[in-house]
């Protein structure tokens, strides 16, 4: 998975901005939805992310897998994001 070339990504001190370059909106995602973006931009897979992620909060896996996916699912429907994630 990718950013669209002409999506920004900043990071802020309350998590990531990021701002559609051809529409202008922007989306803002905390801490938590900053990292699990940034594992998946560095390639890990959606199941690798949703175990870490259940590690680092104590969290059931199911649940983590469920928040991954539908993170995935809303930036890819903002059409913020290029290739599919693999499981």
Do not use: C
């Not at 909106?25 to 897979?45: E, K």
């Amino acid at each position: 998975m990718k950013l669209r070339s002409d999506v920004t990504f900043a990071e802020t001190p309350d998590g990531t901005v990021l701002l559609d370059g051809r529409s202008g909106r922007y989306w803002q995602l905390n801490p938590t939805g900053s990292r699990v973006l940034a594992w998946l931009l560095d390639g890990l897979s959606l199941d690798a992310v949703a175990a870490r992620l259940a590690d680092r909060h104590s969290i059931a896996l199911e649940k983590s897998v469920a928040d991954v996916s539908s993170l995935v699912g809303q930036l890819s429907s903002a059409g913020l994001v290029l290739g599919a994630v693999p499981t």
